[in-house]
């Protein structure tokens, strides 16, 4: 069965500092999808990120960058520079890529961010 | 922008009584699926769909049951409510199978049942 574990509930910065959310996921399959979403307090959630299990690069978009480690199965995800509209609850998300359970999504708990000015 | 509409946004009921939450998409994605979010839970599945009339079970199905008629519509049905069915529910849907595919989520629905 799949899993995710966010165990960070709440972090809180002050504006301009960095801000990394841990993501631990369980899986048996070899082939999978990882992503990270943002639901801010007005709602709705929003697509920030998505990750290929047979591609462990890391990268950078804008103040966004993820660390993907099949190894240790985490997919961490760093804001630089955190700014007040980064405020939200954060999601990690795994998912399996079988034909009959194509995009079911996994999440984990989710992360309150909070960045006071 | 998936084209994703919820109706109602808002909705309380009483215990008891049977709800539907309708979920509307327009571009005719294949994938559809219903989830629901409640704290220190993040969001759930309850049923998805891979096609008109083709629908399965999620992690949280008890008590719930969706139709596709359509491909545009995929509705989710509460029989008879219950206090532990209050949540917001979310509608996703996502493209045809492909390496750079992810899924997009309406607007949310929050149904309060007393």
């Known amino acids: 069965a799949q899993k995710v574990t966010q165990a960070q509930t709440e972090i809180s910065v002050v504006e301009k500092e960095d801000v990394t959310l841990d993501c631990v996921y369980e899986?048996?399959?070899?082939?999978?999808?990882l992503f990270w979403y943002k639901q801010p307090p007005s709602g709705e959630l929003v697509f920030l990120i998505r990750?290929?299990?047979?591609?462990?690069q890391n990268e950078i978009s804008g103040r966004y960058s993820w660390n993907f480690q099949k190894s240790t199965s985490s997919f961490n995800f760093t804001i630089t520079a955190s700014q007040v509209v980064d405020s939200a609850v954060y999601f990690c998300?795994?998912?399996?890529?079988?034909?009959?359970?194509?995009?079911?999504?996994?999440f984990g708990a989710g992360t309150q961010v909070v960045v006071t000015p | 922008d998936a084209g994703i509409t919820q109706s109602p946004r808002h909705k309380v009921t009483e215990t008891g009584t049977p709800v539907t939450l309708r979920c509307h998409q327009t571009?005719?994605?294949?994938?559809m699926y219903w989830y629901r979010q409640d704290p220190g839970h993040g969001l759930r599945l309850i049923h998805y769909?891979?096609?008109?009339?083709?629908?399965d079970k999620g992690e949280v199905s008890d008590g719930y049951s969706v139709s596709r008629s359509k491909t545009e519509d995929f509705l989710l049905t509460l029989e008879s409510a219950t206090s532990s069915q209050t949540s917001v529910y979310f509608c996703?849907?996502?493209?045809?199978?492909?390496?750079?595919?992810?899924?997009?989520f309406g607007q949310g629905t929050r149904l309060t049942v007393v």
């Open positions: 998300a795994l998912s399996e890529v079988t034909t009959d359970s194509w995009g079911k999504l996994q």
């Open positions: 899986t048996r399959d070899t082939t999978y999808y």
């Open positions: 990750r290929n299990s047979f591609d462990e």
């Open positions: 571009e005719n994605h294949r994938y």
């Open positions: 769909s891979y096609g008109v009339k083709d629908t």
């Open positions: 996703a849907v996502q493209e045809e199978q492909g390496l750079n595919t992810e899924a997009f």
